[in-house]
């Protein structure tokens, strides 16, 4: 089993839907959540984090975490055709004094006008 | 604001010849990463270090060498290229042991021929 696991898509949306990419990770430990953004070409852009259960809203992105079920996953609201991209999740795993994550090998968004 | 440069952006190289990434920040952050990305395998972390002088290894660090004598830089350095080391590097970098989000600089992608 991986340790981030995400549907490599793609997940293809009509402008101004709901985009839903979802994410799970094996370490029940783990601490830390990440949402990162990789245009075609270009360095992964950090999005979103979230350390706690529930939800967290910034914009059109909100963020949601249960821990119970080890999962994370990302709402993009009113989707935009610049939203195409590939969204990487990220998982920070309980502290051993370094800050390693460990990505999912990301989930290709496509939304059409 | 410069943040996180890397050079070269582009390079091809010889199987057998050594060939050196430089990661520059200019955020005075603690922590640096080196990581690639391949198709199927997403971003794997190759070394880090938590410090001037103090690196260690990540999830796929054989083949490769750090240092790090400066906070602001980290280069990696292959020192035999071979063609199974063909990606795209991503240098990356984190504020502190309590951050542990990550910024990532634009990547040098390396072809070995």
């Known amino acids: 089993q991986k340790e981030v696991e995400q549907n490599s898509g793609p997940l293809s949306v009509p402008e101004g839907a709901i985009a839903s990419l979802n994410c799970t990770y094996s370490d029940r430990g783990s601490q830390s959540f990440f949402w990162y953004r990789q245009y075609s070409g270009k360095s992964p852009e950090l999005i979103m984090f979230?350390?706690?259960?529930g939800d967290k809203e910034d914009g059109r992105f909100t963020a949601q975490l249960n821990k119970a079920s080890q999962y994370v996953s990302l709402l993009i609201r009113d989707s935009q055709p610049s939203d195409s991209a590939t969204y990487l999740c990220a998982v920070g795993p309980r502290n051993t004094g370094f800050q390693k994550l460990v990505f999912g090998t990301g989930t290709r968004l496509l939304v059409s006008p | 604001d410069a943040g996180i440069t890397q050079s070269p952006r582009y390079k091809i190289t010889e199987t057998g010849r050594q060939v050196t990434l430089m990661c520059h920040q200019t955020w005075s952050h603690s922590y640096m990463f080196w990581y690639r990305q391949d198709l199927g395998h997403g971003l794997r972390l190759i070394y880090y270090s938590a410090a001037a002088d103090i690196t260690d290894k990540g999830e796929v660090p054989d083949g490769y060498v750090v240092s790090r004598s400066k906070t602001e830089n980290f280069p990696l350095t292959l020192e035999s290229a071979t063609r199974s080391q063909t990606s795209v590097y991503f240098c990356?970098?984190?504020?502190?042991?309590?951050?542990?989000?990550?910024?990532f600089g634009p990547g040098t992608r390396l072809t070995v021929t």
């Open positions: 990356a970098s984190s504020e502190s042991v309590g951050s542990h989000e990550q910024y």
């Open positions: 979230i350390y706690s259960n």
